[in-house]
């Protein structure tokens, strides 16, 4: 059972372009969290998914930044018109349930570098 | 709104030291408490996850402990070893109970041979 896949693991982006970070949960799992860290920063929750719907982006800056998981294929957390203050690792995890009580896995990350 | 505090921030100790890493947090109407570890430029492996009736879980030479009525866990490291350096986060669900964490800023654990 693969876990919680992220791709790409480093991605690099001239200021102003659009950055595509994905998730593929692990199996069975329907619901998506995506977290940012800043450098030098803890974990930040933004944004939190289950198919086709977003439940939670309380997060998640309200310009430039949107997150989607469809019904098929996995959750994009897309950025537009990136800017240096963008660069930080996104994290995504996944878990079975909504339930507070119930484990995240976390991804490896995408460590994202606005030049 | 729940907020979690982990002290110290780094900690720099002589392998085969026993030692303790505390996170304390606000609100202690939690679900669970999980202790994470996460190596430079990687991502978060879970260590540990612990019920908020339980009162320690333990895996090889880690012991967490949790005291939900004070607001307190701590992440006991038995016989450091060099390997374990890294940054420890410690992580509370909010309380939307929708499976959100709130993450501590860390403690960052430097073993030295």
Same mark, same amino acid.
């Given at each position: 059972n693969a876990g919680v896949m992220q791709n790409p693991r480093h991605l690099v982006r001239r200021r102003g372009q659009e950055a595509r970070l994905r998730c593929s949960p692990m199996k069975g799992h329907s619901h998506v969290y995506w977290y940012r860290q800043l450098p030098e920063e803890g974990l930040k929750f933004m944004v939190y998914l289950q198919k086709e719907n977003i439940i939670d982006e309380s997060g998640m800056p309200k310009e430039r930044f949107s997150a989607e998981f469809p019904k098929e294929g996995p959750s994009i957390l897309r950025i537009q018109?990136?800017?240096?203050?963008?660069?930080a690792a996104y994290f995504c995890a996944s878990s079975?349930?909504?339930?507070?009580n119930t484990e995240a896995f976390f991804g490896q990350g995408t460590r994202l570098t606005v030049v | 709104k729940q907020e979690v505090t982990q002290i110290p921030a780094a900690l720099s100790v002589p392998e085969g030291e026993n030692l303790v890493l505390n996170c304390s947090f606000? +609100? =202690?109407?939690?679900?669970n408490l999980q202790w994470f570890r996460q190596d430079p430029g990687k991502g978060l492996t879970s260590l540990l996850l612990i019920q908020s009736s339980q009162r320690e879980q333990t895996s090889g030479r880690l012991n967490a402990s949790l005291d939900k009525s004070s607001g307190r866990s701590t992440l006991y490291i038995a016989? =450091?070893?060099?390997? +374990?350096s890294a940054t420890y986060l410690c992580a509370v669900p909010d309380s939307s109970n929708t499976g959100k964490l709130i993450f501590g800023q860390g403690t960052t654990l430097q073993v030295k041979p």
């Open positions: 018109q990136v800017v240096r203050g963008d660069s079975p349930g909504q339930s507070g | 606000t +609100d =202690s109407a939690i679900y016989a =450091s070893q060099p390997g +374990d």
